[in-house]
């Protein structure tokens, strides 16, 4: 954590030898350096990572141009940064380990389908200085070669032991990931090969009635070369609709294969559905059915062959066949299209729409669940752990852990896409298999996100027309060797060469991929292209997403060049951040909470890394020695207080040249490990900041409160009065005219509210209208505005009615009326002279204060001979005795401070006897006492 | 307390202007420090009534009955079938053998009354289509019957069958009702009472019979109440307050409340206006047997049976009227008001003159002077040494409108209703928190631990 010579320090072998240890001297490896390298942050090792954050990435092989990223999420060209997704889908699609083989298999007459297990490999990049969890998965297509399209997922961070010790759970969840899509995938596969299937029959009609005409021509022209095109025509057509009913009963028999995949647990529902409806389609095309049940309306459309027209023709022509069957079989051409003329399916289009926008928020919980760095997981992790212990207090000071226990559930259920338990709408509207016009229309209708590549090329009507143009056979082609080749290239030219990674570091990197799964493919050449160009690079970049574009049949979107676009905006934003802090509140709390958050996960996680036992971490790959000698990684990079100097930031039109420039920086400093300014040209967005890791809303909302509580708490020198209100459960009204400032207030002393509910509920941030006795009870923290009005002088009526149970704190005239406080107990929380002076420091000062309370109430609580006696002998006073000895003397706590307590203990007791407050028809109990107000003043 | 959020520009008049006493928020005597709403009315809450000593049923212009248990602040039934608003309430006890039974009967607008069962919710008998409405309702538990009065006068079986029924030549009808010895009742009507006895023939039919009319009051007659068994008293609107024989029904002692203004103003002339007789009416009157407390106008008169004098006044006790009273003993009392507060008042000596007392005190010293204008001679209150104060020792306020009743259960808490639709629940806090801490150690027990 602090730098490994420490490290070595704490190991070196005369550590026994020393004669008279000093026990009050920290032990080094405790010891921060008082005063360290003026350009070395201890905190933030140095990343080459040029993505700001963890971010899961979705590639797909594509036949036509090799590798190629599909979608990121989030989808925020931001969080890449300057990093090359296109080099490295190459780089993970080349550890594809699924044990697929395609095609006709010796001895069987069809193409099989395989059935392929996902394959999960981490896999490391570390001259890129990503990491990834890679899975791969295929995905069936009836138009790709061999239908199958082969995807996949990772899950892509600068550290490397952060996925390492995540593994079992990142594969569990991209697991579940995969199921959804391959689910979806299958239920479309379907419901193609249905549409194909009655597209051959109707082509095969065809073909016969044209054979029977030449038959009745004559006997002469019975073996002319056009007749025995035409036989063969239909002997092919014929086969292709064995080989395609094959594959039917292929897909629906895949059920019934066993799978080895541990994780592969599918949803029993979606099963008996999904197999119900194949077999529904088996039996329909069971045997060849009517050969010429297309024969009557053969005639009419024989010479139309322009598929595109068929549809609209169609439509205007015979509507109630239409109406009757929703697809209008089309011919099939015997020539097979070229390979790039087809448009291969996006990913949306593979699977069905339900499954993969399923999917999608799945990933995006991943996603979410994953932030932060590793000590941060795991202290967060044990946070949960232990405070699920502490349900009888975790109530009072805690934010709710309720979702966590769903996370923890959802892990566990078999996974279902659709949600069968909780989601009708698939069950009352199952999607139709017999595919209309209608989803073109749907989809057309859509807007087309523009940060979204498998949106770009999916919605384009004619593109959904052309769908049954797949020919039968897609041999593999020159083409696509050569595109993935020149893509290849493209991806080499712009990754950087970084000579100054010593090779040090990839056989580490090697090993842990080993680790995991065999590997025979190493790094890619490290030496493969060495002269960074952007601009060549964004033309290749250019080239090869307007070669993509022309097969798509033209779109304005153009997602080659990322790179630029996204290091203007990360400049764009680096200013308005910086205007933000000229604003002055926002940022600073930003910047405030930053920090010391670091330090603390720093701190954790030396001793979590290095103590293998820790029951949290998923079960340690074999690897563990390897990944645990390695020096830790502080991914988080420091934000704000490095990014003045940054060169992005001094030149924005300079954006091209930029990652060059900064990938030179990089490179100069990584010996020494310190390389603040790579960090934080791509590290100054908002959303990459500490605080955006915490995952939990209301967490960070409550830590930036934290500011605003320590403002208030230097601010106001009866600030522990109001503290002490709250905290005894006497109502505080803010008062003032102001929204705003009584929002903040109200904001901020909301840290001090006991068992604020789940979302808040007993805090009234803005309330313009008199409030009763009901509000009072229902509320704590009440923010009242101030109006000079018949409704104003109302309101004051009530605020002097109810005064005895309210403390209010005027914002305006900055007074506080409330009883007189004369403990100490709140004084190291509400010292209006603290030296804390970040919100952060001081939200965790205060979490500290507040959980030794609740400790403390707990214990009251619990205690069974401070509330009842022991004998027949004893009175209840002697019970009295008792507890007030124990808050006076074992406790120390004054009349007020024990009021406190003694609220807790009731609210502790209320959530004990009543875990769910809304389940008893009970109206809750309001408790107060009668004591004199005073009226402090500022 | 308001000065300071108007910002002081505010005229303190009305403060200063203002008598009443102030307790101020330090009330150590203040044993309700544990508050629970009960919501379920819709309309103004009049009537409750005490169905056992955790249950009690509360009724109000919604013609809703709610059935709750104090103990949990639960509505454990809500008694619907009167349209109209309730008009009186009473509990029926029923003693057959060795179970006691009680239901409830209560009378509406709606010109119907009906006996229910509070244990199931059911309505288990109901009348409709009087010829008026039941204004009050009486029962004679010791005759298994029950009387209800209006417009005239119906004398009912347990079992909901008119047993005897008598018509009134009075307009305003039968505001009050109570038992006295010898199967006699009386009867407020306007200005008078009328007694009646009940005659219960061998074949147990019941009739009823005016045997005497007393019309000693100047003025409406407001309340009728028991004092005990041989003395009854009553008050009326002009603040007559007359005592009775419960069996000779003469009258024993007549006090005429005026509020009097303090003697110190010397210049007499200057109240030449008589107090209206809003101030001086005799809203309601309580007793335990020795004191009779009445709420006169807003104040609050103790009288004592025994001596037969006034033992204790305030004249301002309330910001507004006095609804309802109670004497929780010889010393404490409570009363209810129409300003949307409880006050618990404690009747305490005199300090000795030399004593400095407090200003609030002294502000309002008054001594009335009981005025007889009838009747036996009353005693120079003034004269009587051992009159003694009414000293405020709490109040309880959390009602927005004004608080129409009140009653206490004891260490078990206090029920309240209001005009503004609530019921509030207080209770001790204390041994509120014990029985908390009894549940929670039960529960640990049940469970076997956390």
Known sequence: MIGSPDVVAFTKEDEYSQANPDLWVLPEEFSVPLHPLADSNPWAKTSYAKFTKDFILISEFSEQVGPQPLLTIPDDPKICGTFDLNYFSLRIMSVDYQASFVGHPPGSGYPRLSFVEDSRVVLGDSKEGAFAYVHHLTLYDLEARGFVRPFCMAYVSADERKIMLQFQELSLRFSQASEYLKAGNRRAFAKELQRKLRDLEYTHSVLQREEGLQREAGPQCMYSAHAVEKANELANVEKSIYEHRDLLRQISSYHRHPRRDPHAVTCQKCITECLSECEELLEKYAKFSGPFSYANRAGTEEERQGRTEIEGVEEEEDEAIKRRLSYTPQLIKAKSAKCFDKRLKTLKELCDETFYEATMELLKETERSFRGDLCYLHTRRLDRALRKKLRVTDFLFEEDLGHDDEEDVGILRPFCAVNHAADNYTLQNPPHIVLGPEPVELEALEHPDPQDPVSETGHTPESELRLGQGQMDSSPSDQTLETQESSEETKGSFSSDKSGVGPAEKPQSVASIKSVAPDPDPDPDPDSDLTPDPKHNTDLERESSSEELETTGGEDENDGDQTPVSLLEVVSELEASREDECEGLAAEVHSDLLVPIDAACCMAQEGFLYEASAPETAPHQPSQVLVVNQEPHALLPIQNDYTVGSPCSESPTTGLELPVGVLCDAVSHAEDGSDCTMSASTGSDRAASPIGYGGVVTLRQRRRAGQGALRFVRQYPFAIQALWCLLSGRTLVVLGADEGRVRRLVAALALFVPAPGKCGERIQAWLSCPFTLTDLQRWKLIGLQRVASPVGSSMLYSLSRYSRYIAILDADQKTLRCPAYHGKLLSNIADHRTYIRRGSTYFLHLQGTLCRLAAKAFLYTFTHHFHLTVSFMEGPEVVEGRRRCFLQEQLGLSEEDSQILLYLSQLITQQYLHPSTGSSSAAPCFSFNYTTSLLYKI | ?450
Not at chain 2, 228 to 257: C, K, Q, R
Request: aromatic share 6%; with cysteine; hydrophobic share 40%.
């Open chain 2, 1 to 450: 307390m308001l000065r300071w959020i108007l910002g002081g520009r505010e005229a303190q008049s009305s403060v200063e202007k203002n008598s009443v006493l102030c307790i101020g928020e330090d009330q150590p005597k203040n044993c309700f420090t544990e508050l629970q709403v009960l919501k379920g009315h819709f309309d103004i809450v009049r009537f409750l009534v005490q169905i056992d000593d955790f249950r009690c049923a509360s009724a109000g212009d919604d013609g809703l009955v709610l059935v709750w248990n104090i103990e949990t602040g639960e509505r454990l039934q809500e008694l619907r079938g009167h349209s109209q608003q309730i008009t009186a309430i009473a509990t029926f006890t029923c003693n057959n053998g060795h179970t006691s039974y009680t239901s409830l009967i209560t009378a509406s607008s709606d010109r119907s009354l009906s006996l229910w069962n509070p244990d199931t919710g059911n309505r288990v008998q109901t009348i409709s289509d009087l010829q008026s409405s039941v204004k009050c309702l009486l029962v004679l538990e010791r005759l298994c019957l029950w009387l209800s009065g209006g417009e005239e006068l119906c004398v009912w079986n347990k079992d909901f069958q008119l047993q005897c029924q008598r018509q009134n030549h009075s307009d305003t009808g039968i505001t009050a009702l109570i038992e006295l010895p010898k199967n006699c009742v009386a009867a407020a009507m306007d200005k008078e009472i009328v007694i009646y006895r009940l005659m219960v023939a061998a074949d147990s039919s019941v009739s009823v019979a005016e045997i005497r009319c007393l019309s000693d009051h100047q003025d409406q007659i407001r309340a009728l109440i028991n004092v005990n068994d041989g003395l009854f008293v009553s008050g009326s609107h002009v603040g007559e307050l007359i005592l009775w024989d419960a069996t000779e029904w003469n009258v024993l002692a007549y006090e005429h409340i005026l509020w009097e203004e303090p003697q110190s103003c010397a210049q007499a002339e200057i109240r030449l206006a008589a107090p209206k007789p809003s101030e001086m009416s005799i809203q309601h009157l309580s007793t335990n047997g020795r004191l009779i407390l009445a709420a006169v106008g807003s104040g609050l008169y103790v009288y004592s049976v025994l001596t037969k004098t006034v033992v204790a006044y305030r004249k301002l006790a309330h910001d507004s009227n006095v609804l309802h009273t109670m004497l929780l003993s010889d010393s404490e009392l409570m009363s209810c008001s129409e300003d949307g507060s409880v006050r618990m008042w404690e009747i305490q000596d005199l300090p000795l003159p030399a004593e400095p007392a407090s200003s609030g005190f002294f502000g309002m010293w008054t001594f009335g002077r009981s005025n007889k204008q009838t009747g036996p001679p009353p005693k120079k209150v003034m004269e009587i040494p051992n009159i003694r104060m009414l000293e405020l020792t709490g109040d309880l306020i959390g009602h927005s409108g004004a608080v129409q009743m009140f009653v206490s259960f004891k260490e078990n808490g206090l029920v309240t209703c209001s005009t503004d639709h609530l019921l509030i629940l207080w209770k001790n806090g204390e041994r509120q928190s014990h029985l908390r801490s009894l549940a929670l150690f039960k529960k640990l027990e049940e469970s076997g631990g956390l």
